[in-house]
């Protein structure tokens, strides 16, 4: 039958008048952030966004979801449908959520599938400059003589939390812990003033420390970073074996289609290996890269489970 000029311009106007069914063409693809915006996985899934949208031919939403120590946003991925969909990119305390929660809501090995472990930055510990703290050894004697000292992180059980743990233990003073549902809203506070220093990623800090609002005073790294040239690491403030690494990884819901985990992956990869994506993370944050594959996060990962997990039981850490 042939359609009249009338008739095809009705069917035009009907499309038209119905922006969702044209809008249903192009898939969308949630990005789920367990943590508030402002910090460093925030981020870096911002970052990935436009280039992951450009690859995968979907828009990409990033999507925050805090609380529990990224257990929340965690939860909604490992329950939400395999369809390539809905993924989850998170933060080093993502190991620690077995030991953490009494009941977790979901299991971090099963429930999830490993996609890339994007790559780390070392942990550092800034305060404000017109703080009395030049280094962690000014901290130290602060403690012992005031009891309390304070300090942020982002949030209960991440891996910056445990490193100030270990080195309160070591130094044999109290430090008094301030959880924050994102490393945006503990560096706020420390930039105001309302926590006398914080820990956070070197990739969450230095913006700050170059902006001359936050000063450096310890990192955790194996050496120390080319920006960072001045303050002492762990090792040479007496503080050995003490290393620590804040991490990103990808994850998908458990039974992901294989082909669509290595399409995230691939696009991934590429998306982070342009040249301004690896400036901005190499570079600017001094985060080390590793783009690696499922198995290699997999393998990585049930490593930080059982190293992280069993400093949490022994600290009684519970969740924010």
């Not at 369809?83 to 009941?103: E, K, M, Y």
């Not at 080195?167 to 430090?175: C, D, F, I, R, S």
């Not at 342009?274 to 690696?292: G, I, N, P, Y």
Request: proline fraction near 7%; glycine fraction near 10%.
């Amino acid at each position: 039958m042939k359609m009249t000029r009338r008739a095809g311009l009705g069917a035009m106007a009907g499309l038209l008048a119905t922006p969702g069914l044209l809008r249903a063409q192009t898939p969308t693809i949630r990005i789920v952030v367990p943590f508030g915006p402002g910090g460093s996985t925030d981020a870096v899934a911002r970052l990935v966004s436009p280039g992951l949208q450009q690859r995968l031919g979907a828009n990409v939403v990033v999507e925050n979801r805090s609380g529990a120590a990224g257990s929340i946003g965690a939860d909604i991925v490992a329950k939400a449908r395999p369809d390539g969909q809905t993924w989850l990119l998170t933060f080093d305390s993502h190991a620690t959520i077995p030991a953490l929660l009494r009941n977790p809501p979901f299991d971090v090995l099963k429930d999830l599938d490993p996609v890339m472990l994007i790559g780390g930055s070392p942990y550092a510990v800034a305060t404000r400059p017109d703080k009395p703290y030049r280094s962690i050894a000014d901290v130290v004697a602060a403690a012992k003589a005031r009891p309390g000292v304070t300090y942020g992180s982002t949030g209960n059980g991440t891996l910056g939390h445990l490193s100030m743990i270990r080195v309160g233990e070591k130094a044999g003073v109290q430090l008094t812990h301030v959880p924050y549902r994102s490393g945006g809203l503990a560096v706020n506070d420390a930039v105001a003033g309302h926590v006398e220093m914080m820990i956070g990623s070197a990739a969450l800090l230095l913006p700050h420390i170059t902006g001359g609002s936050l000063r450096p005073i310890l990192q955790f790294g194996p050496q120390r970073l080319t920006r960072l040239a001045e303050t002492q690491t762990a090792a040479e403030a007496g503080f050995p074996n003490m290393e620590a690494e804040a991490w990103w990884a990808v994850f998908a819901p458990h039974g992901t289609p294989a082909d669509q985990v290595a399409r995230m992956n691939t696009a991934l990869k590429e998306t982070l290996s342009e040249e301004r994506a690896r400036t901005v993370m190499t570079e600017t944050q001094q985060a080390r890269l590793v783009l690696s594959s499922p198995a290699e996060l997999g393998t990585f990962f049930k490593g930080q489970v059982e190293t992280w997990g069993g400093l949490v039981r022994a600290a009684n850490i519970q969740p924010d």
